[in-house]
């Protein structure tokens, strides 16, 4: 049914600074060169598998530098071993290492990071580290322990230490006895120094500097970065130091638009994964296809030179050239040259009438961007002048994005009352995001949601249940439930990402770790594609099961809908 009032919607007031981002399920533009996605290897547990042959896979798994398929490894073992044990404990460990040397490969494959190693010095790395620390200290959602903050940023200069690619960028050697020594001497002085304030740990950062530098040959303002990537790394899942192109590929993402291929791809050990190609961009027209692989770009081979390095070369500015080599899925092979441009990437996709008939209308929600409200609201018109009364709406897979614009699509549907609540230390964190009635659209709706349903994503599949507007279908979100600001540093062309709040939905439940549970449950009995959605000739549970929900629901002028 029509929207009720006038057919504008009430803009709503812009926080670019509040995002939610998942970045284990990003999907990776050609602009974006954080491998944060899982690589295809898939290993495999069986019910006979146990908890020590784990242990030893993953081991090897590590002594080949393979980081991205230990953690998959460990991390599908603790999903199916929820019990706390000394073995559960120690691979807990072992993902917190894992990921953290994925982390230093992600910086030395950065070139605008190994460009501040050389620009940068002492004294300009501690201010950077001074700004950073600063927001830790007024932002972050719960009181920093600084200690910690410290003995966090030595553990990852330590592995950086023994990084392959962080040993081949400072020519280091192996030395076990060095190290031993190194690490001895830092640990006695820590235990010592009382640690307060973000004052002492610039302090410490500036001591363990000139030790690292006197015991490895390594530039101070090294040091300094690389503890303070490890200090807010480790704060918690999902802070992190941005270098200047992540910080760029951000705001990218959150304005929905970039200067690249148009594509979104995985980093894989020996390729870079076609996983989207963007309707319109270079590689579009260039005829490259979902599923198709590069193996080189400029003349040099993955994996000669690192995938996440190849990644890095794709970008690059408006109207320059790149060349590539493209595998094709039926195994033909192509070299081309494509010019970069400015692509836009659509935040609603898949806009359609599913039944005519019943006026079941369909869209797609990849992410919530800057401009997702009004691509909704345009979609929601469409749809209505194709008849549409009744409505699925599609958040699978969506890892979320802005919490204004998830807010602003909750208000289409939600006639009053809290759409989503946020609560942090810092008293501007708390805010109650209220829905207005100007512009609600009436119709019986279904919500359709999966494991990979985060952040952004879990406020709206949380506020359209707890408001009983419609009917949330297939299986538990992922369950993050905090809120990141971005913050760009006024010291050097970086940004911070911080956890500054944590959301909660309109009947008080708390999301992180929990999810947002659906009203149906319904499992894909296919393997979903990358995308969350499954093959074509698969029949899709999920999607089917919110068609026949709304075929059986009568048409209503109220805001409470799908009612028992």
Request: charged share 25%; glycine share 6%.
């Amino acid at each position: 049914m029509k929207p009720s009032g006038l057919n504008g919607r009430m803009r709503r007031r812009e926080t670019t600074a509040t995002i939610l981002l998942h970045a284990a399920v990003l999907a990776l533009c050609l602009h974006w060169a954080i491998p944060a996605l899982a690589q295809s290897i898939e290993p495999s547990l069986t019910n006979t598998a146990s908890l020590v042959e784990v242990v030893s896979e993953g081991a090897e798994l590590e002594s080949q530098g393979n980081w991205r398929a230990a953690v998959k490894l460990y991390e599908a073992t603790l999903k199916s071993h929820p019990e706390t044990t000394e073995v559960t404990k120690q691979l807990k460990h072992r993902v917190e290492l894992c990921k953290a040397q994925l982390d230093i490969d992600r910086r030395y494959n950065d070139s605008s990071y190994k460009r501040s190693v050389h620009q940068l010095d002492l004294t300009s790395s501690k201010a950077v580290y001074r700004e950073v620390l600063s927001k830790i200290d007024t932002y972050f959602y719960t009181t920093p322990n600084w200690k910690s903050l410290v003995k966090n940023g030595v553990w990852q200069l330590q592995l950086a230490i023994s990084n392959t690619q962080f040993q081949a960028f400072y020519k280091l050697t192996d030395d076990t006895q060095r190290d031993a020594a190194f690490k001895q001497r830092i640990d006695q002085w820590l235990q010592r120094r009382e640690i307060r304030n973000y004052h002492d740990v610039l302090f410490a950062a500036e001591y363990i500097s000139r030790q690292t530098q006197q015991s490895y040959g390594i530039p101070p303002q090294t040091t300094v970065l690389e503890m303070m990537a490890g200090s807010i790394s480790l704060l918690d899942r999902y802070s992190s130091y941005l270098t200047g192109s992540e910080l760029d590929d951000m705001f990218s993402q959150i304005n929905g638009n970039f200067v690249g291929l148009g594509v979104e791809l995985r980093i894989l050990d020996k390729c870079l994964l076609i996983d989207r190609v963007i309707q319109g961009g270079p590689a579009n027209q260039a005829g490259i296809q979902k599923g198709d692989r590069i193996i080189e770009v400029d003349r040099k081979i993955i994996p000669q030179i690192a995938a996440a390095a190849a990644a890095d070369m794709l970008k690059g500015v408006h109207d320059s050239r790149v060349e590539i080599v493209v595998v094709a899925t039926d195994g033909s092979v192509r070299r081309m040259q494509l010019t970069r441009r400015r692509v836009t990437v659509p935040s609603v996709e898949n806009i359609k009438m599913l039944d005519v008939q019943a006026g079941i209308g369909y869209l797609r929600i990849r992410s919530f961007q800057k401009n997702t409200a009004a691509d909704v609201e345009e979609a929601l018109w469409q749809l209505h002048n194709q008849g549409m009364r009744r409505l699925v709406v599609d958040v699978r897979s969506n890892p979320g994005g802005l919490v204004d614009s998830a807010v602003a699509v909750a208000d289409f549907f939600v006639e009053k009352g809290t759409i989503v609540s946020t609560r942090g230390r810092s008293v501007n964190e708390d805010v109650d995001y209220q829905a207005h009635d100007l512009g609600t659209w009436d119709m019986p709706l279904a919500v359709l949601i999966d494991s990979k349903s985060a952040s952004a994503a879990e406020i709206f599949a949380g506020a359209i249940k707890d408001h009983e507007r419609g009917k949330v279908i297939g299986t538990v979100s992922f369950g993050k439930g905090s809120v990141q600001g971005i913050f760009p540093l006024a010291s050097y062309d970086s940004g911070l990402r911080l956890t500054t709040a944590r959301f909660y939905s309109p009947d008080g439940h708390m999301i992180s770790q929990k999810g947002v549970h659906p009203d149906i449950e319904v499992s894909t009995v296919a393997k979903p594609l990358a995308d969350g959605t499954l093959p074509v000739e698969q029949v899709d549970p999920i999607l089917a099961a919110g068609i026949n929900l709304l075929r059986e629901r009568k048409v209503v002028s109220v805001n409470r809908l799908l009612d028992n």
